[in-house]
């Protein structure tokens, strides 16, 4: 239980604060207006090729051939056809890459490179900007001109590449980073949420390292026994959670440092970014709903535009579905988004039934109470079947009394589903 398949964690944290003395030189060297607005966008596309080249090594022309091929489609191809070809080409390359990756872990057994794996999720964050991109130039939220030497290229380039968020990071979008880079006047960094996220990762990394004792101290999922697994599974689960809201939280400070931070934005009409880390609505609400929307915030808001608003049939599970192709197939992940997605299909009609319910204050604190408990084991289950990943997982999972706590939300989906159709099949009943 000590090697948590967290490898690519600390890797990316080095290379963030390597980055980071340079994300405040860019700052200073715009807010004393010494970088034209070509040079930012060429400073901020150096920098992430060179971010690029130290972190990934030979890997990184994984990134560049992606990224300069879809700058070469939004060139070429017309906006009724961009996103598809944009779409297909970028997620075919991310899918080979990830078969490069299964093919290590599971046909040769060995372990994947660090680099390797650095890379692969640079490419999933570059996925969601190529994608985003070539939606808003299909919608006409952003005109290209068909010649190489139009301005559009740099600009595309630097966005794609831009190396506050090579790495990680809030997704931004494109019309958002364009009017920070051309803004006339830079603003000075505002050290109030620097002082906020500084004091919340040092609380995040002592909280880590004091479930990191108690998981030294605890037996594993291999040798645990009854309802001692639901512990095993609520405390490894609660140190993934964990490095999340501190990756997440090391990404906006790095977006600040460079003055690309929610704070200093620019407001850009109907944009409305987010941050990722929302951890306060993510460990206090009693439905799993919510906590769908909240967690990755701004990946649950592209997967939204991307996948579930333009679905025509099933859109729930099609978007789980495809976030489970996104995050690279492996047997763990493939389950847990599927059974994400009919735990949140029964939260919706559980909650929706519940709130009908004449109930108590009291009976309302032992409900929510009761749900906010369930909600953090499920994700509990489903976090350990995406992050572990393997088949070996999977049935320590299904073989534990950690099963239980999913199995019941699927009893209550079956259960109201046949109620919900019987109330619609019965005929309607008229008194005086």
């Given amino acids: 239980m000590d090697e948590l398949p967290l490898f ?3 890797p990316v944290t080095l290379y963030q604060g390597v980055a980071f003395p340079f994300a405040l030189l860019f700052n200073f060297f715009c807010a004393m207006d010494f970088f034209s607005i070509t040079a930012r966008y060429i400073f901020l596309l150096l920098g992430g090729c060179l971010l690029a080249w ?5 890997y ?3 990134i560049f051939i992606p990224a300069f091929c879809a700058v070469a489609l939004f060139q070429s191809v017309g906006p009724d056809k961009v996103h598809h070809w944009a779409f297909s080409f970028q997620m075919t390359w991310q899918t080979l890459c990830h078969l490069g990756l299964h093919y290590t872990e599971y046909y040769l057994q060995e372990p994947p490179c660090v680099r390797f794996c650095i890379t692969l999720s640079s490419l999933m964050l570059l996925s969601q900007r190529v994608t985003w991109l070539s939606l808003d130039i299909s919608e006409g939220k952003v005109m290209v001109k068909e ?22 990071g809030p997704l931004c979008s494109f019309r958002r980073f364009q009017a920070q880079v051309s803004r006339p006047l830079w603003p000075p960094l505002s050290f109030h949420p620097a002082t906020r996220r500084g004091l919340l990762l040092l609380g995040l990394e002592l909280l880590k390292t004091l479930v990191r004792g108690m998981l030294r101290a605890s037996a594993s999922l291999t040798s645990c026994h009854g309802f001692g697994c639901v512990y095993v599974m609520w405390t490894t689960a609660t140190l993934f959670k964990l490095t999340y809201y501190s990756h997440w939280i090391l990404d906006e400070f790095l977006l600040w440092a460079a003055g690309f931070g929610l704070d200093s934005r620019p407001p850009v009409h109907g944009e409305g970014d987010v941050l990722d880390a929302d951890i306060w609505t993510l460990e206090t609400t009693h439905k799993l709903s919510l906590f769908t929307r909240t967690w990755n915030q701004s990946t649950a808001k592209w997967l939204r535009r991307l996948v579930f608003e333009r679905a025509k049939a099933w859109p729930r599970l099609q978007t789980f579905a495809f976030s489970a192709w996104w995050h690279g197939l492996h047997p763990g992940q493939v389950f847990g988004f599927l059974c994400w997605a009919l735990m949140v299909e029964a939260d919706y009609l559980i909650h929706g039934y ?10 309302r604190l ?8 369930h909600t953090q084991l499920i994700i509990a289950y489903i976090l350990l079947a995406v992050e572990l990943r393997s088949l070996s997982t999977l049935r320590l999972l299904g073989v534990s009394y950690n099963s239980l706590f999913p199995l019941v939300y699927c009893i209550s989906l079956v259960l109201l589903t046949r109620r919900k159709k019987q109330a619609k099949a019965s005929p309607a009943t008229f008194t005086d």
Avoid: N
């Fill in 54 to 58: 130290l972190a990934m090594a030979r």
């Fill in 147 to 168: 010649a190489w030497r139009s301005p559009c290229v740099l600009p595309f380039c630097s966005y794609l590449l831009f190396f506050p968020a090579l790495l990680g």
């Fill in 354 to 363: 519940a709130s009908v319910l004449p109930r108590s204050w009291l009976g």
């Fill in 60 to 62: 990184a022309m994984l």
């Fill in 8 to 10: 690519y964690f600390h």
């Fill in 366 to 373: 032992l409900y929510r109470a009761i749900t906010w408990a």
